[in-house]
Antibody, heavy 119, light 110 residues
Framework: QVQLVQSGSELKKPGASVKLSCKTS????????INWVRQAPGQGLEWMGW????????TYAPGFTGRFVFSLDTSVSTAYLQITSLKAEDSAMYYC????????????WGQGTLVTVSS | QSALTQPASVSGSPGQSITISCTGT?????????VSWYQQHPGKAPKLMIY???KRPSGVSDRFSGSKSGNTASLTISGLQAEDEADYFC??????????FGSGTKVTVL
């Protein structure tokens, strides 16, 4: 069965970097894009962008350029989200979600990774 | 891109039907038949319930149905059950080739 398993919670200081992982299984990794979604405390969900798992080409939503980097390791069917120069406002739950083939929606989601940025 | 507008909460008694709205603009909800709905129980990953406005993925109960009129999409849950108590949110594809999320609705089964 399709699974997206995300890495565990992170506690980081302002200015540090963090790299979150989203390990997939149960399907051919390169056939479906991976999206990243952020949910800040008490806020709604925001689409951060997506990465083409076939070409490795990332697309970032407005507001998520510069400090946010999507990457892949196709050998282990894993997508990554790196955030640099962390700020307190980056504290949030981060989800990865798979694009449904030929669709405009997300058919499987990871369980989320909580990132806390605090001095 | 502003978030799609959903009611903060909707409640109903077991067996009743409830409807959750998701209002956007002609650049998102109104412009495409790419509205999807998700259910999320506390501490769990979201689950796709409806895609392409009204289609149900395999395994999703037919008590869940979707529709759209103009810039507003709706999710109806019929025969409300205790297990339906969860947060629900919509997502729409947009004219900027991005996605915009709904503000989320908490469904309470009385």
């Amino acid at each position: 069965q399709v699974q997206l398993v995300q890495s565990g919670s992170e506690l980081k200081k302002p200015g540090a970097s963090v790299k979150l992982s989203c390990k997939t299984s149960g399907y051919t990794f390169t056939r479906n894009a991976i999206n990243w979604v952020r949910q800040a405390p008490g806020q709604g969900l925001e689409w951060m962008g997506w990465i083409n798992t076939n070409t490795g080409n990332p697309t970032y939503a407005p507001g998520f350029t510069g400090r946010f980097v999507f990457s892949l390791d196709t050998s282990v069917s894993t997508a990554y989200l790196q955030i640099t120069s962390l700020k307190a406002e980056d504290s949030a739950m981060y989800y990865c979600a798979r694009d449904r083939s030929s669709g405009r929606d997300f058919d499987y989601w990871g369980q989320g990774t909580l990132v806390t940025v605090s001095s | 891109q502003s978030a799609l507008t959903q009611p903060a909460s909707v409640s109903g008694s077991p067996g009743q039907s409830i409807t959750i709205s998701c209002t956007g603009t002609s650049s998102d909800v109104g412009g495409y038949n790419y509205v999807s709905w998700y259910q999320q129980h506390p501490g769990k990953a979201p689950k796709l319930m409806i895609y392409d406005v009204r289609k149900r993925p395999s395994g999703v109960s037919d008590r869940f149905s979707g529709s759209k009129s103009g810039n507003t999409a709706s999710l109806t849950i019929s025969g409300l059950q205790a297990e339906d108590e969860a947060d629900y949110f919509c997502i729409s594809y947009t004219s900027s080739s991005t996605y915009v999320f709904g503000s989320g609705t908490k469904v309470t089964v009385l």
